[in-house]
């Protein structure tokens, strides 16, 4: 299995901007979760899904920020209008938890506004 | 709501040295899991633990559940360059919870 599968690796950006994150979870996989990584904050859960529905967005930090979950095997996460508080490593993982506990993590999309 | 406190928050040791983190809770949980994140990659399950005493070895590593459940330490021994890292705890409730991540131990190792 490829694992999760996050898009892109590094992203660049104008404050202002829209963002948008992709990932690509486990197949077979019915939990996902975007997390964001700062020094400051730690891992911070922004929302997760289960069988592609929004369960918990109480994360999610502004009305800035959006999550969709399509299909199964697709995800975004959008910011609009990008500020520079918002670089920070943005991580999606998957989890099928009737099998075992814990998630796996994609390698991370390193977001930097300026 | 629930939070985990690790320490500590660094360490710098030398190539060799076995190593001792811990984590704990203000409330308790079912599951403690750590995870090691290496730099620039997302974090990676190490070991899982399911039971409150519990003692689990993963090589050199080996973790324990705390009898109270409110906390769990880690522990590499011999360690090696690769060992380098950010370690979490994390704390889960049950198996549709979600889980709680704890700020993380830097792992520095002194040439």
């Known amino acids: 299995d490829a694992g999760v599968i996050q898009s892109p690796r590094h992203e660049v950006t ?101 | 709501g629930q939070q985990l406190n690790q320490s500590p928050q660094s360490m710098f040791i030398q190539e060799g040295e076995d190593v001792s983190m811990n984590c704990t809770s203000s409330s308790i949980f079912n599951t403690w899991l750590w995870y090691k994140q290496d730099p620039g990659e997302g974090p990676v399950l190490l070991i899982a633990l399911y039971k409150a005493g519990e003692l689990t070895s993963n090589g050199r590593l080996t973790a324990q559940f705390g009898i109270t459940r409110k906390d769990s330490f880690l522990n590499i021994s011999a360690s090696i360059p690769s060992d380098v890292g950010i370690y979490f705890c994390a704390g889960q409730m049950n198996r549709d919870d979600k889980i709680i991540f704890g700020k993380g131990t830097r792992l520095h190792i002194l040439p």
Not at chain 1, 22 to 38: A, E, M, N, V
Not at chain 1, 40 to 63: A, C, K, Q, T, W
């Open chain 1, 14 to 114: 104008e404050m202002g901007q829209e963002v948008t994150l992709r990932c690509k979870p486990i197949s077979g996989h019915d939990y996902l979760f975007w997390y964001r990584q700062t020094m400051m904050r730690g891992l911070e859960l922004l929302i997760y899904f289960n069988n592609n529905v929004p369960i918990d967005d109480s994360g999610m930090p502004e009305d800035r920020f959006s999550a969709k979950m399509p299909n199964a095997s697709f995800s975004t996460l959008k910011i609009q209008p990008s500020e520079p508080r918002d670089s920070a490593v943005y991580f999606c993982a998957s989890s099928d938890l009737r099998v075992r506990y814990g998630y796996t993590f994609g390698s991370g999309t390193r977001l930097t506004v300026v």
